[in-house]
């Protein structure tokens, strides 16, 4: 008697595991979505273009279908500062999904020494 409820204890026990360790792998494979994998296609955009004030916007492909990015850009303070806000969303959110604010640096920007806007 005594044996068979240590048996169930245990077997109970490793089922727990299990379906936890499952439950796990299963969050694992939905595939979260951030800012940060945009930046690096928006970084490339942004290094290349002379133009301080841009919006340009994608999405990431087959892997993460239904998931689009768009980022605006601005002169910072500096000469040749660019600040790129970059915004991801998912078709029939009216939510983001997350938000990101980067600096680029392009040397070859047209503004002033003194900021934007400032002659």
């Not at 133009?51 to 000469?79: C, H, I, K, M």
């Not at 969303?89 to 983001?96: A, E, L, V």
Request: charged share 15%.
């Amino acid at each position: 008697m005594i044996a068979s409820g240590i048996f169930f204890i245990a077997t109970f026990a490793i089922l727990a595991l299990v379906s936890s360790s499952l439950r796990n792998a299963r969050s694992l494979q939905r595939g979260y979505v951030d800012a940060g994998m945009a930046a690096s296609q928006v970084f490339q955009i942004f290094k290349t273009n002379t133009d301080p004030d841009l919006s340009v916007s994608g999405d990431f492909g087959d892997a993460l279908r239904g998931y689009t990015w768009q980022a605006q850009s601005a002169e910072f303070d500096t000469n040749g500062l660019l600040q790129v806000d970059i915004v991801v969303n998912k078709s029939g959110s009216y939510q983001p999904i997350d938000k990101l604010t980067i600096l680029v640096f392009q040397a070859n920007t047209k503004s002033s020494a003194f900021g934007p806007g400032r002659k």
